[in-house]
C-alpha cells in the first residue's frame, strides 16, 4: 500500500522551516510500518527544510522517499510550469511500480460470504478468513464497507458492462422507446412474449367482455410466456424493463419474466409507456416481486417521447452497482 501524506491541496507547506502541527498528528496517529510514504510540499525559499527527516523520525518503520518541493507563488501564478513540474516529478520516479499489483485479497464472493453471514444467513465454511479489515476483533458491516472498496478497486468499469432492454409492447409505443434505450446503451434486447399474443380487439379496454377486461378482472390472472430464458444471463450487469401501465400497475404479461429470472448483482431500471397514467408504484411492486436485484427508480415515457428525452434519461443514470452489496444488518458479530 501507498501513502502519499497530504495537507490542503499541495501537500504541506512549510511552516517556519518546520512541519505544521497537524501533520505530526496525522502521523503519530497511525502506523506506518512497511509502507512508504512520498512527502510533496510548498515553501518560498526554503525547500523541504529537513521536513523528510522529521518524517522518518516520526514515522518509524516506513519507507520515506526523498520527496519533492515547488515555491508557492509558482503553483498559484503559473499553473501550467507546476502541472509539467509535477508530472515530470511523478514520471520519473515511476511511482506506479510502488503499487501492489499481486491478486486482490478479496473477490465479490467474499463480499456475499460477509453479507451473508452478517444477515444470518447460510454462508459456507469461513474458518480462517481474513474478514475482520478494521481489527477490531469483529466481523462487522464497517468490514464489509472496507471490502468493497477493495473489491471495486479491480473492477473495469470503462465501458465493461453489459446492458439488456427486455420489454413487452402491446401497441408498439413500449417497442420504440425501448429501441431508444437500447441504442443509447448499445444494448442487447430481448422481446417478453406471451405464448398467446393480444389481438387489437383482445386490448379493447372499453369492451368488458375482452380479454384484458376480463384478465384484469381475475385475481389469478397468468399470462405463460414462450419463455423467460434469456441467452448468457449471467453476462448482463444491467437490465431495463420496459411494459405499458395497465390499469395503473404493470402489464401481467411481464409477470413471470420478474418472478423467474434472478436479478442478483444486477442494475434493474424499469420504463413504462402510457397515454395519461403515471409511473405510479409499478417499479415498486415489481421490485417487491422479484426479490433481487439493485431496482432504480423507473420512468414513464408516452407515444411522444423522442429519442433525445429517452438518451437524455438513460446517460443521466448511476449504474455504478452502489447498491448489491447493500446491508440493513444492525448487529455485528465478535469472532470465534
Given amino acids: ?20 502541527m497537524a501533520m505530526y498528528t496525522f502521523m503519530e496517529s497511525y502506523d506506518f510500518s512497511d509502507k512508504t510514504i512520498i512527502p510533496f510540499n510548498t515553501h518560498e525559499g526554503s525547500g523541504q527544510s529537513g521536513t523528510v527527516n522529521s518524517i522518518r523520525q516520526t514515522c518509524s518503520g516506513a519507507e520515506v522517499m526523498d520527496g519533492f518541493s515547488v515555491r508557492g507563488t509558482t503553483a498559484q501564478n503559473d499553473t501550467e510550469t ?8 511523478l514520471e520519473t520516479n515511476d511511482f506506479k511500480s510502488l503499487v501492489n499489483t499481486e491478486k486482490p ?38 468490514d464489509l464497507c472496507l471490502m ?21 409492447s402491446a401497441s408498439g ?24 399474443p393480444y389481438s387489437d380487439s383482445d386490448l379493447d379496454w372499453t369492451d368488458q367482455g375482452s380479454r384484458v377486461v376480463t384478465e384484469h378482472n381475475d385475481e389469478n390472472r397468468h399470462t405463460e410466456l414462450v419463455t423467460v430464458d434469456v441467452p448468457d444471463w449471467d453476462s448482463y450487469d444491467n437490465v431495463f424493463i420496459g411494459y405499458p401501465i395497465w390499469w395503473h400497475e404493470a402489464s401481467w404479461v411481464i409477470n ?17 409507456t402510457s397515454i395519461s397514467s403515471p409511473l405510479g408504484e409499478s417499479d415498486t411492486l415489481l421490485a417487491e416481486m422479484s426479490g433481487t436485484g439493485n431496482w432504480l427508480d423507473g420512468m414513464r415515457f408516452t407515444s411522444r417521447s423522442t429519442q433525445d ?6 446517460t443521466g443514470l448511476d449504474l455504478s452497482n452502489s447498491n448489491i452489496f447493500s446491508i440493513r444488518a444492525e448487529n455485528n458479530y465478535p469472532l470465534d
Fill in 105 to 142: 485479497l478479496y473477490t465479490t464472493e467474499d463480499l456475499h460470504n460477509l453479507q451473508d453471514f452478517l444477515l444470518a444467513k447460510e454462508t459456507p465454511d469461513l474458518k480462517g478468513k481474513k474478514y475482520d479489515l478494521d481489527g477490531d476483533g469483529v466481523w462487522s458491516v464497517f
Fill in 309 to 314: 428525452e429517452v438518451k437524455s434519461w438513460v
Fill in 82 to 89: 507546476s502541472k509539467n513540474t509535477v508530472k515530470n516529478w
Fill in 173 to 196: 409505443t413500449t417497442e420504440k422507446i425501448a429501441t431508444y434505450v437500447a441504442g443509447s446503451m448499445n444494448a442487447d434486447t430481448f422481446i417478453i412474449t406471451p405464448v398467446q
Fill in 256 to 272: 413471470d419474466f420478474v418472478k423467474e429470472n434472478d436479478f442478483t448483482g444486477k442494475n434493474v431500471i424499469p420504463f413504462c
Fill in 1 to 20: 500500500m501507498t501513502i502519499m501524506t497530504l495537507y490542503s491541496s499541495a501537500g504541506y507547506p512549510i511552516w517556519h522551516s518546520d512541519l505544521p
Fill in 148 to 168: 468493497r472498496r477493495e473489491v471495486l478497486k479491480t473492477v473495469d468499469t470503462d465501458n465493461s458492462s453489459k446492458t439488456l432492454v427486455a420489454y413487452y
